[in-house]
């Protein structure tokens, strides 16, 4: 009989062992290719964000609510933009948010667009973006999706013309700008230096986003256009394609969907621009 009472204890105390277990489970690749499986969803969600404002727009807006979800959110900094998807696909990360051109090579999907902070054009010497003179220097952000937006925005003032075909994710000055009626020097440097670009007095314009801009020093009044930001450029949640009906990948969604994040956005983050979803 104590033998038996013996068993009994064991058998329970490995029960207990085994679920304690399988609540700390961490995120993993299922092997085959099927995504998740139901005992590896993870409890803490890691997505990943490029440093500055969009990292803030993450922390300010999606980690309460999706707390309220019984999760947790980490949210890891990636300098470099093109580790986003690296870091996906081998699974360090469950999500990323930024700019995604669809890659089915890559076996990964995006499954929301969410807010995006816009650029703007600035000067303290120019007017109006109709009196921008000839021969006059704009500084653009060089990395390749802010150089891209920075070009399409300056086609759109009609001061550059962009070949027909030129590639959105491969976009250099040299390559994508056919026409320069006013011939504009374009300088690009680092998005985080242009700040400091326009302390020089010879700067004229500069195009860059406007909470970068807002700590510059540059006013509404300094501000001659704000970007209309293409929805195909606008940035995105992306997960592995495998887990786009995972929990955590529903859980992520509807927690920017939600009226409470809606709220949270205008209260912080007013200047983004919404995805057309959120019309």
């Known amino acids: ?89 081998k699974g360090s990360i469950d999500a990323f948010l930024n700019t995604f051109t669809n890659n089915s090579d890559n076996a990964v999907t995006s499954i929301i667009a969410v807010p995006t902070e816009p650029l703007a054009l600035y000067s303290k010497t120019v007017a109006d973006e109709d009196a921008i003179a000839k021969n006059s220097t704009i500084f653009l952000p060089e990395e390749p999706i802010l150089l891209t937006r920075s070009l399409l925005m300056l086609e759109d003032e009609g001061v550059i013309g962009i070949r027909t075909g030129a590639s959105y994710t491969d976009m250099s000055i040299d390559t994508a700008v056919e026409e320069n009626p006013k011939n504009i020097t374009l300088k690009t440097m680092p998005v985080s230096e242009l700040g400091q670009a326009v302390t020089d007095e010879s700067t004229e314009l500069v195009l860059m986003p406007v909470t970068m801009a807002a700590e510059a020093g540059f006013t509404d009044k300094d501000e001659l256009d704000t970007e209309d930001i293409p929805e195909n450029l606008s940035n995105r949640l992306v997960v592995r394609a495998a887990d786009q ?18 709220k949270l956005l205008d209260q912080n983050f007013p200047e983004y621009d919404e995805p057309e979803w959120m019309d």
Do not use: H
């Open 1 to 89: 009989m104590k033998m038996k009472k013996m068993w009994f204890k064991w058998m329970a105390g490995m029960t207990l062992v085994s679920v304690l277990l399988a609540g700390c489970s961490t995120t993993t690749v299922d092997n085959n290719g099927d995504g998740l499986k139901d005992q590896d969803e993870p409890q803490v969600i890691k997505v990943g964000v490029p440093a500055g404002s969009a990292k803030e727009m993450v922390e300010k807006t999606m980690k309460d609510l999706v707390e309220k979800q019984g999760s947790k959110l980490e949210v890891v900094e990636i300098s470099n933009p093109d580790e986003s998807l690296s870091e996906l696909t």
């Open 245 to 262: 009906n995972a929990t955590f990948a529903r859980t992520l969604k509807e927690v920017v969907q939600s009226a409470e994040y809606k």
